[in-house]
């Protein structure tokens, strides 16, 4: 019996939730921009998906009797310095994209939540501890701490994700810290205590719940900023290595040959710039309809 019941109880709970999907999603395809960028990123999911099926060459098999063609007919965006097709390696390098912004955002989006509402429920010591050390890391440059990490760890896709990974999660921490602040003390969370409920449950049961749509904001608009540190990690050869087809390792490649060949560096540059725009066009429009003040003031 009693399993019964839970078992409605949360049926009823998906089918709320489910309703409060519908006003968001109609809201949300009112916003032009929103849609644009939703339409920019369904584009990359696709052609990192399906890049087998839209490829018209090997990404990796070098010809180098077709080495540095302009754009035609046979190769749309024209070949790289080994006659590679340069639009290939770029729906493939999404997948690469895609790779390593799901590896931070996993990782960095958890710890940076976790950290941030434990400081800011437990307070004292443990916050001055924890916030110290998120200054520690929030005091040095993103690109250049990740720089040092990835130097340590070694050149490679996994090593660059875990770098920007422990660069990214500070400022999830102090998001997470203000919103746990602003509910701690608030009467449901005492009648929780009252109740015997436990730091542990109340932490993770509720304050976390509480800020996850002001996270989910952050996290939409910090992924072009991964995307960049990712492509500059792989400019300067401490990223993807080759002959992976990362963007930021093909405009290294391609610099050489700027003036004559312009569209080997072009090329990949002008899809980190679309995919960019995207994920800051999602974000925009995320914070609009999830930020309670400019509903409010909408």
């Known amino acids: 019996m009693t399993v019964l019941v839970q078992n409605d109880s949360r049926r009823a709970l998906l089918q709320v939730r489910l309703r409060e999907l519908q006003p968001f999603a109609r809201r949300f395809a009112r916003n032009p921009l929103g849609m644009l960028g939703l339409a920019i990123l369904g584009l990359l999911l696709l052609a990192a998906i399906f890049a087998p099926l839209l490829a018209t060459h090997d990404p990796y098999l070098p010809e180098l009797t077709h080495r540095l063609l302009p754009p035609s007919a046979e190769n749309w965006l ?6 590679r097709d340069i639009y290939t390696r770029i729906l493939y390098g999404a997948r690469l994209t895609l790779l390593i912004v799901g590896l931070v955002v996993a990782t960095s989006a958890p710890i940076g939540l976790i ?24 005091a040095v440059p993103k690109l250049l701490l990740a720089l040092a990490f990835v130097a340590a760890l070694g050149p490679g896709i996994v090593n660059a994700a ?5 660069t990214a999660w500070p400022p999830y921490a102090r998001l997470a810290r203000a919103e746990a602040l602003i509910v701690r003390d608030s009467d449901y969370v005492n009648a929780i205590r009252l109740a015997g409920g436990s730091e542990f449950r109340i932490v993770f049961r ?15 608009l910090d992924m072009a900023g991964i995307i960049l540190t990712a492509a500059g990690l792989g400019f300067i050869g401490l990223g993807a290595q080759p002959p992976l087809p990362e963007w930021g390792a093909m405009i290294s490649t391609g610099r050489k040959f700027i003036f004559d060949q312009w569209w080997v560096a072009t090329m990949p540059g002008f899809a980190i710039f679309i995919v960019s725009l995207g994920f800051n066009l999602l974000g925009d429009a995320m914070r609009d309809l999830l930020d309670p003040h400019l509903r409010r003031r909408g």
């Open 206 to 220: 509720h304050i976390i719940p509480m800020c996850i749509s002001s996270v989910i904001v952050r996290m939409t």
């Open 78 to 83: 024209g070949t790289d310095e080994l006659g």
């Open 162 to 166: 875990l770098a920007i990974t422990l």
């Open 115 to 138: 950290i941030g509402a434990v400081a800011g429920t437990s307070g004292g010591w443990v916050d001055a501890v924890f916030m110290r050390i998120t200054d520690v890391f929030l």
